[in-house]
């Protein structure tokens, strides 16, 4: 009897746990494989200085042409101590589609010997240049890219020869670089 009564307890616990599942709700769980194509254009990175396309981290030379010299004393289109002008240097993001910060050092006589001019002041026409010894950062933000604005640079430099008389050959020909040197860098805006 003994027996009988193990195999009824157990068939009894196997009809409970088949009772039990029967009245319980079952989930299925499956999986279907998707796929997806996800197209992004890339933004376009085209910034002017000066009219030059700067689009690359290889070093340019821009022209700077745009100076206003004062020129009272000397004939036009040169310069020579104690003349003061106006630089410009305007940057243009044209079709740049992402904001981005800039930099300009400034190398001039105050940093180099060497160099014939000292910057005096410098203005932005977007009032946003932050000056760290000299260096220049500014933001073009992508409010003023797409309100089509460009930052308009003015240096204003003079050929200060702290009243020493300077002796001048005429045959040596002197480089724009021995004026004074603005390197510009630019890079897409971090937050």
Known sequence: MRKYKNVIIILVIILACFAYLKTKTTYTAYESETEANVNSEIADWKIKVNNTLVTSDIQQEIAIDTIDWDENHTKEGTISPGTSGVITITIDPTTTQVAFDYSLEIIDQTVNPDKTLTITKVESSLNNLVQEGNIYRGTMSLKDIKDNKKDEIKLY??????????????TEITEPSDLLEVNFKASQKQK
Request: glycine share 8%; proline share 7%.
């Open 157 to 170: 430099a003079i050929w200060d020869d702290h009243g020493q008389d300077i002796e001048v050959d005429p």
